[in-house]
Antibody, heavy 117, light 107 residues
């Protein structure tokens, strides 16, 4: 059974940093691209970033490019999202997702990031 | 980026009725259009992919159609568990984008 469990969310001040983690199990982690998708409270879904299975290629939404860094440790079956220079508009539930060619077949439950003073 | 517009924003129907949800893309996405269902407090779940293919385990009352810029998700006869928010998503070009959602509520 595929499981994606996010952690690392919390309350952070504007301009602060946070690192999210996603522990994956139930599939061969290194063979799948992984992504982060976020959902602001009461709002829709926004694709944040994607990383290839090997970790050598990544892409970002314009809204986070230059501030967020996606990475993975295939030896630990773990996906990361390093977030810097956080803004109020980054407040959201961040979902770790397993995907193929940008089609999501499994979602984690998400971790809430709140950016507020 | 490709903008997806879903309509209506809210659909008020009774169990047993037919639901028709629309998703329009700002430019062609070919057939690279998916639909997800989200219930309160839960992560989204994949329903349909590539416009008309049901994901594993999805009941036959769900069907999808369309290509290019206009797409439809149809629920032939609403069951109580189908009342939820539905999102379309394109994977034709970066960044993948989602529509704003259609809430299907009990009338």
């Amino acid at each position: 059974e595929v499981q994606l469990v996010e952690s690392g969310g919390g309350l952070v001040q504007p301009g602060g940093s946070l690192r999210l983690s996603c522990a994956a199990s139930g599939f061969i982690f290194s063979t799948y691209a992984m992504s982060w998708v976020r959902q602001a409270p009461g709002k829709g879904l926004e694709w944040v970033s994607t990383i290839s299975g090997s970790g050598d290629a990544s892409n970002y939404a314009d809204s986070v490019r230059g501030r967020f860094t996606i990475s993975r440790d295939n030896s630990k079956n773990t996906l990361y999202l390093q977030m810097k220079s956080l803004r109020a508009e980054d407040t959201a539930v961040y979902h770790c997702v397993k995907e193929k060619l940008w089609l999501v077949d499994y979602w984690g439950q998400g971790t809430l990031v709140t950016v507020s003073s | 980026e490709i903008v997806l517009t879903q309509s209506p924003a809210t659909l008020s129907l009774s169990p047993g009725e037919r639901a028709t949800l629309s998703c329009r893309a700002s430019q062609s996405v070919s057939s690279f259009l998916a639909w997800y269902q989200q219930k309160p407090g839960q992560a989204p779940r994949l329903l349909m992919y590539d416009a008309s293919n049901r994901a594993p385990g999805i009941p036959a009352r769900f069907s999808g159609s369309g290509s290019g810029t206009d797409f439809t998700l149809t629920i032939s006869s609403l069951e109580p568990e189908d009342f939820a928010v539905y999102y379309c998503q394109q994977r034709s070009s970066w960044p993948p984008t989602f529509g704003g959602g259609t809430k299907v509520e009990i009338k």
